[in-house]
């Protein structure tokens, strides 16, 4: 009995020691973990929409897209202000992709345009789906005012909101067109709202 006592023991100390330790270092880390994920979020909302010196939250994006299954990916929005004015917003986007959740970040003006796409987070497969954050892909949708939904194509692209599929990731292409598109219609709700003046 007591060579099974003993051992039992010893495994609870140790086990309770680490556990103590990476509970002291979580606590220690948290806040400067997430300051670093806040300075990265607001850089990619000033990537996608540089005009915007700063930028308040969009207290109404809740009502616009719950019970909307395909606005219900917007996870925030932020108003992009210079001096008095709006500039434009920018949308927080989470879809799904071929290796799980693609955290999007979009930029619109006070015209509609989009301004930037910034793809961050997501677990895509490298050579493929993860050339979804290369210049070829992300640079269609830039500079897009959409007449009607975006739509992706494979290398059959006539109109400016027909995006090329990325080759063998078709996926992942649909997921962040599917996330730009999301922003685009929040953005226009917002707009009928009065949300950029």
Same mark, same amino acid.
């Given at each position: 009995?007591?060579?099974?006592?003993?051992?039992? #023991?010893?495994?609870?100390?140790?086990?309770?020691?680490?556990?103590?330790? *990476?509970? /002291?270092?979580?606590?220690?880390?948290?806040? !400067?973990?997430?300051?670093? #994920?806040?300075?990265? +979020?607001?850089?990619?909302?000033? !990537?996608?929409?540089?005009?915007?010196?700063? /930028?308040?939250?969009?207290?109404?994006?809740?009502?616009?897209?719950? =019970?909307?299954?395909?606005?219900? $990916?917007?996870?925030?929005?932020? !108003?992009? $202000? @210079? =001096? %008095?004015?709006?500039? =434009?917003?920018?949308? *927080?986007? %989470?879809? @799904? =992709?071929?290796?799980?959740?693609?955290?999007?970040?979009?930029? $619109?003006?006070?015209?509609?345009?989009?301004?930037?796409?910034? #793809?961050?987070?997501?677990? &895509?497969?490298?050579?493929?789906?993860?050339?979804?954050?290369?210049?070829? /892909?992300?640079?269609?949708?830039?500079?897009?005012?959409? +007449? &009607?939904?975006? @739509?992706?194509?494979?290398?059959?692209?006539? @109109?400016?909101?027909?995006?090329?599929?990325?080759?063998?990731?078709?996926?992942?292409?649909?997921?962040?067109?599917?996330?730009? +598109?999301?922003?685009?219609?929040?953005?226009?709700?917002?707009?009928? !709202?009065?949300?950029?003046?």
């Amino acid at each position: 009995m007591h060579d099974v006592v003993k051992p039992t #023991i010893v495994l609870f100390v140790i086990c309770t020691i680490i556990t103590l330790a *990476l509970a /002291f270092t979580n606590l220690m880390t948290k806040d !400067r973990i997430d300051e670093m #994920i806040k300075t990265k +979020q607001e850089d990619d909302r000033r !990537r996608v929409l540089s005009l915007a010196e700063s /930028f308040e939250e969009v207290a109404e994006l809740e009502e616009i897209v719950s =019970g909307n299954e395909d606005l219900n $990916i917007v996870k925030e929005a932020y !108003r992009g $202000i @210079k =001096g %008095e004015e709006t500039v =434009g917003n920018v949308f *927080l986007v %989470e879809s @799904k =992709g071929y290796g799980g959740p693609i955290t999007i970040t979009v930029g $619109i003006d006070v015209e509609g345009k989009i301004t930037g796409v910034e #793809i961050g987070d997501n677990s &895509e497969t490298p050579g493929l789906g993860a050339k979804a954050k290369d210049e070829p /892909f992300i640079s269609q949708f830039v500079g897009i005012i959409p +007449q &009607e939904p975006l @739509k992706v194509v494979k290398n059959n692209k006539t @109109k400016s909101e027909e995006i090329d599929a990325i080759s063998s990731a078709t996926i992942t292409s649909k997921a962040v067109t599917k996330a730009v +598109q999301a922003a685009v219609d929040t953005n226009a709700e917002l707009m009928k !709202r009065g949300g950029n003046s």
